[in-house]
């Protein structure tokens, strides 16, 4: 099981930016892929993006597409989501998580999960 912890959420006006990042430590090595998911109030939780641990193939919901970028740092075990054009729809709780296997992009399919970033869009 790999530890994750979140940051870098915050309040933003619409249109603006943030950046958030996502420490990973604890037994790392069978982790494949990682991703970024969220849960607005009332709704189901969300994918957004993944990325290969191994090498850095990526994809992205049609939601966020061209908007959001995901990408890593191996080094430092930390994984990041760059958020661009940023609407009142984005306005969620976001989490990292981590998967062992390399197919879908369903929640269940992810293993270890952090306690999440509250982003806040305001119009």
């Known amino acids: 099981q790999v530890q994750l912890v979140e940051s870098g959420g915050g309040l933003v006006q619409a249109g603006g930016s943030l950046r958030l990042s996502c420490a990973a430590s604890g037994r790392t090595f069978s982790t494949v892929r990682m991703g970024w998911f969220r849960q607005a109030p009332g709704k189901e939780r969300e994918f957004l993006a993944v990325?290969?641990?191994?090498?850095?193939?990526?994809y992205y919901a049609d939601s966020v597409k061209g908007r959001f970028t995901i990408s890593k740092d191996n080094a430092k075990n930390t994984l990041y989501l760059q958020m661009n054009g940023l609407k009142p729809v984005d306005t969620a709780v976001y989490y990292c998580?981590?998967?062992?296997?390399?197919?879908?992009?369903?929640?269940?399919?992810?293993?270890?999960w952090g306690q999440g970033t509250q982003v806040t869009v305001s119009s």
């Open positions: 990325i290969m641990w191994i090498g850095s193939s990526t």
């Open positions: 998580a981590a998967s062992t296997t390399w197919t879908l992009n369903k929640a269940s399919d992810f293993t270890s």
